[in-house]
């Protein structure tokens, strides 16, 4: 945690990769580089993205591997850095699956990863969209979209084939003293949970311990019905003990600085009932997310990975630019 200030905040390193694959020992030089350049700006912790692989790997296989990850991370002089993770689940590893084999198969993949968070940060959060599989869009038998009632009703039983799969992965992810977070994520990315309110209505008909949510100021701004609504859902989660994680992301999820993030309602509503790090998210226009998420802005150039660009800035000053942002509009960080 920087001295002067009495909040962590982290950096996503979604501006680098969706992949830290851990087997890969040059690979993880340049990301070591990466992590030392952002602590020297500032930054107490990083979110790093867990990636999925084939289902015949072993997870035990996996979680290995990012034992070595974070051997190489601590020899490498950033033993008290922290982490958290970004999870997200697939159509193979479905909780929501209708088939109790295919539920069973998400249910060991999603420990694993909590295994992975627990390895690379010890007592931390797993975060993302890892209820319903992210950006898989349901058809009917005809091949048509579902959209809309059809969508909220064809929901309804998928949720309820996850409870099982979410009261056992909360039991074990307490036992490691990882916090899980599901992240709402807008609806032209992925089919529900789209909102705050859907993610607390499910954990809901859980019961108190199956975890919280993150909120997402990206998400707010561009899913949310509007102030009123989110400041009763900040509360509800809040008094529920559920708002686990606070990600400060810009619409379009480019620079931090000077963008339309609504900072007075995170002041206003966030700030006097959060108690966890924030995570400053930038999506860089690398794979996949140049082509998931339609970019057209040019990339911010990755010391180290790219070459500079003339009048594009750098990772690193995006950063610091966004750093210097989020201490200018938060007291506390």
Request: aromatic share 10%.
């Amino acid at each position: 945690m920087n001295a002067a200030s009495s909040r962590d905040v982290y950096f996503s390193f979604f501006m680098f990769t969706a992949d830290l694959r851990p087997h890969d020992s040059d690979y993880t030089q340049v990301l070591i580089s990466h992590l030392q350049a952002l602590t020297d700006i500032g930054y107490d912790g990083f979110d790093l993205h867990i990636a999925s692989q084939p289902a015949t790997v072993d997870h035990r296989i996996e979680v290995e591997s990012y034992v070595g990850l974070k051997k190489a991370f601590d020899e490498a002089g950033l033993r008290e850095v922290k982490f958290t993770t970004n999870v997200g689940t697939t159509r193979t590893f479905d909780p929501t699956s209708p088939y109790e084999e295919q539920r069973r198969q998400a249910l060991s993949y999603l420990k694993s990863r909590v295994d992975i968070t627990r390895v690379l940060g010890g007592d931390s959060i797993m975060s993302g969209p890892f209820l319903y599989p992210y950006g898989v869009f349901p058809v009917t038998d005809a091949g048509a979209p579902i959209w809309s009632d059809a969508l909220q009703d064809w929901m309804k039983s998928r949720y309820h084939a996850a409870r099982s799969v979410f009261e056992e992965l909360a039991e074990y992810a307490s036992a490691q003293q990882v916090k899980l977070a599901i992240e709402p994520v807008k609806s032209w990315e992925t089919p529900p949970p789209n909102t705050v309110s859907e993610v607390l209505d499910f954990l809901d008909d859980l019961g108190p311990s199956c975890g919280g949510v993150t909120v997402d100021t990206a998400q707010v701004v561009m899913e949310s019905r509007g102030p009123s609504v989110f400041k009763a859902n900040v509360a509800r989660a809040a008094r529920q003990d559920r708002l686990c994680y606070v990600h400060i992301s810009a619409p379009d999820r480019g620079a931090v600085r000077d963008s339309w993030i609504p900072w007075d309602i995170v002041r206003k509503e966030i700030e006097p009932v959060y108690h966890g790090p924030y995570l400053v998210e930038v999506f860089n226009a690398i794979p996949p997310f140049d082509s998931s998420m339609r970019m057209a802005r040019r990339r911010f150039w990755r010391p180290g990975e790219d070459d500079p660009v003339r009048g594009v800035d750098s990772a690193y000053d995006v950063a610091s630019a966004a750093l210097e942002e989020v201490r200018a509009q938060l007291p506390s960080a």
